[in-house]
């Protein structure tokens, strides 16, 4: 094999998704102290002396203990090169975590062992599902007082409509969460805590082992016999084939806190998950393995270190090998671009590189030509990526600066997070933007949008909550003007930064009331610009 072709076999790239608070971020940490990138793990909530999480790197993260945006984190493991994509739980972020999961080749969902699936936890699968991705599942925080693992299981089933297969099996759980019985190698990992920021010891015994009996003791051996005789004989057969499809989720308990069951998962996950994926473009397949380069702007991010006070367009590379010396073809604008000071990830840290595979995420100074879907290939190709969706907003706000000497920092600011597509902005037809309207998918996104114009460009700003939940494109025959629409009290006509008509409404009623009275009138939940327009 080529040193080209293994570069890519080694690649792993992986979205981590959850509900709040089931322990994603924190296990993503372990994974990095796993793989030698830090040498101690920080903790999401907790002591006000303890270390802020490597993956949440801007302050509000810091502040509230929670993933706002997705971050992006690389590091080596027993041979293999491993791009973490770490997303924000709280609904509010949906949106870009959509985004990050278009960027990845599988998922692990990471469910609390106390809660089991929560809402947010359907909305995500149901996009991971769109994605037709291997969806690995840790049943986490079997430190603490957990659900029985056969209930949790049947629910992922019956909520989720995933069948799953347990790779692994606890023991116990709370403070009597002892360890996990490996169903393949049909033995005990018996883990004893070194304290919580550095790697657990393992203590590998056969089932039949008198020296089990001295570890967890008789009833305990003989409950977990019990449980793997019920596991053989009524759990679904794993099957690789139907897991590369996302049809059946491979599921792991552990404590990403404690440490157990952390890296006998992740290497079991190593091994399961393919190098990466061939990505639709149209009617083509771009396969990950030729040797033309090629890949897409999934996510734009401003200031995201305070020194540089630049802005970084995340790529994708879907194909090939990425040379830092060569120029590329920007396809939505038919131009050649040189990717300028290319970077690999650690949060907001930057390391400038030289060189990247298929499967590796690059961050690239944005002077402002990027936009997210944007495709980016060797000179001579033309093919595009399939888009990304973005999700329509459902609460709107109308905002200005509190000190209207600060305007131009306002409005550049504002334009800046639209364009990164955290929120949506629009304004009045026929004006300029002395009253911005803001949109988002939810509220949280708001007091984001707030801290980081308070932060990042000084600028207070007044925010006076707007009462529209709906928002329609307008579809324009040639033949009409927007001042021949006959509209109720509770609609808006607004224009986004395009120049795109829309209206907004404050409930599904309005909508048809509008329509009916307005038969000219076409309207759309999505926009359907031409590319000409892009």
């Known amino acids: 094999m080529s040193k080209y072709d293994s570069e890519i076999n080694r690649r792993r790239t992986f979205a981590i998704i959850s509900h709040p608070d089931a322990g994603k971020t924190t296990l993503t940490e372990k994974f990095l102290l796993y793989g030698g990138a830090i040498n101690q793990a920080g903790v999401v909530k907790g002591k006000k002396n303890a270390r802020a999480a490597v993956s949440d790197w801007m302050e509000i993260e810091k502040q509230r203990g929670i993933s706002v945006t997705s971050s992006v984190l690389q590091f080596q493991y027993e041979g293999f090169c491993i791009n973490i994509l770490d997303t924000p739980g709280h609904q509010d972020f949906s949106e870009d975590t959509y985004r990050t999961l278009m960027a990845a080749d599988s998922a692990v969902m990471v469910i609390d062992g106390a809660k089991g699936v929560e809402a947010q936890t359907r909305k995500l699968f149901k996009v991971c599902a769109m994605r037709d991705i291997p969806i690995f599942t840790f049943i ?195 131009r050649k671009v040189k990717l300028s000071r290319p970077q690999q990830m650690m949060a907001a840290e930057r390391e400038i590189i030289e060189e990247a595979y298929a499967g590796d995420i690059l961050g690239v100074f944005d002077p402002g030509i990027f936009s997210i879907g944007d495709t980016l290939c060797s000179p001579g190709q033309k093919f595009r990526f399939d888009p990304i969706p973005t999700f329509a907003p459902e609460h709107f706000a109308r905002v200005r600066p509190v000190d209207t000497m600060k305007r131009k920092q306002f409005l550049k600011g504002t334009e800046q997070i639209a364009l990164e597509g955290a929120i949506q902005i629009f304004k009045l037809p026929y004006t300029g933007m002395e ?41 324009e025959p040639v033949e009409f003007h927007e001042t021949d629409l006959v509209l109720g009290n509770d609609t808006k006509l607004v224009e986004d930064y395009k120049g795109n008509k829309l209206l907004l409404f404050s409930s599904f009623w309005s909508i048809k009331w509008v329509t009916d009275h307005n038969p000219q009138l076409v309207l759309t939940e999505f926009n359907e610009r031409t590319d000409e327009e892009d």
């Open 140 to 334: 986490n925080k079997m430190d603490r007082e957990a659900r029985d693992p056969f209930e949790l299981c049947e629910e992922i089933e019956h909520e989720l409509g995933v069948e799953t297969c347990p790779v692994n099996w606890p023991i116990g759980c709370g403070k009597e969460f002892q360890g996990v019985y490996d169903r393949a190698e049909k033995k005990i990992i018996h883990f004893t805590s070194n304290s919580n920021a550095r790697a657990a010891s393992a203590t590998q015994v056969e089932l039949d082992d008198p020296k089990l009996v001295e570890l967890i003791g008789q009833a305990r051996r003989d409950q977990l016999a019990d449980e793997i005789e019920l596991l053989e004989g009524a759990g679904a057969e794993f099957d690789m084939e139907r897991v590369r499809h996302g049809k059946l989720s491979p599921v792991f308990f552990g404590s990403a806190l404690t440490n157990f069951g952390v890296e006998p998962f992740l290497e079991a996950f190593l091994q399961m998950t393919t190098p990466p994926l061939s990505r639709k473009a149209g009617d083509q397949v771009i396969d990950a393995f030729d040797e033309d380069f090629s890949g897409f702007v999934f996510k734009i991010q401003a200031n995201m270190n305070k020194a540089h006070r630049d802005r970084i367009a995340f790529v994708r590379v879907c194909s090939g090998r990425f040379d830092a010396d060569k120029e590329v073809y920007l396809v939505q604008q038919d």
């Open 435 to 475: 009253e911005v309207i803001v949109g988002v998918v939810g509220t949280l996104q708001f007091d984001v949008f707030q801290y980081r114009l308070r932060s990042e460009y000084n600028v207070e700003i007044r925010m006076d909550t707007l009462p529209y939940e709906f928002l329609r494109w307008i579809k």
